[in-house]
């Protein structure tokens, strides 16, 4: 299977991506993933090389899915020093000093924090 779709699987990266290691990358983890998951390959469901193509798309997917999640990573830390390594040793949260409840809004409800960490 594999000398038989390794050139289509490549074209079906290269048509996606313009970086060279990254079509190698995922050419690579599509044929990981074949070789694992090969007992869940049904012939009577369609052809080996419709799954394979079927794993290559998923395989691209979350790689898609992982690469926005790092550029939006960077464009959410742009602009921010970095802590040198003796401030980083400082920096561990320090109990609450205040007397009364902190604001603490939560992901479906605003609500007050009982943490003694604010």
């Known amino acids: 299977m594999y000398r038989a779709n390794i050139d289509a699987v490549t074209a079906y990266f290269a048509r996606r991506s ?3 290691q990254t079509v190698a990358d995922l050419t690579a983890d599509t044929f990981v993933e074949a070789i694992t998951s090969y007992t869940t390959f049904d012939p009577r469901r369609g052809t080996a090389r419709a799954w394979l193509f079927g794993i290559a798309r998923r395989v691209f997917a979350k790689h898609c899915e992982s690469d926005a999640r790092r550029r939006e990573r960077t464009v959410r830390l742009a602009g921010r020093r970095e802590l040198a390594a003796s401030t980083r040793s400082r920096s561990r949260p ?6 009364t409840p902190c604001w603490s809004p939560s992901a479906s409800t605003a609500a007050f924090s009982t943490s003694p960490w604010c």
């Open 94 to 99: 320090r109990p609450c000093r205040r007397t």
């Open 18 to 20: 313009t970086d060279p």
